[in-house]
């Protein structure tokens, strides 16, 4: 039980980080500040579909925004 209780843990740390990315990216981009805001979200995305699968819905939606 305990690795599967650190996998989950991974998990969320890993798909928090791309969240605080996507938001950074968010600001940035409301600024107008457009290539700062590229590749935070490109790197979001990348974190999204290497701990999530390029199938999961939570990529979709990155992709979508």
């Known amino acids: ?9 991974v998990a969320v740390l ?3 980080c791309s969240s605080y990315l996507n938001s950074v ?3 940035y981009f ?10 935070l979200v490109k ?8 701990a999530l699968g ?3 819905p939570a990529v979709a939606q990155s992709l979508n925004n």
């Open 14 to 16: 890993v798909t928090g």
């Open 43 to 50: 790197r979001s995305l990348a974190i999204k579909e290497k």
């Open 54 to 56: 390029p199938e999961h």
């Open 30 to 39: 409301k600024q107008g500040r457009y290539a700062e805001a590229e590749p």
């Open 1 to 9: 039980m305990p690795r599967a209780l650190f996998w989950i843990f």
């Open 25 to 27: 990216a968010g600001v």
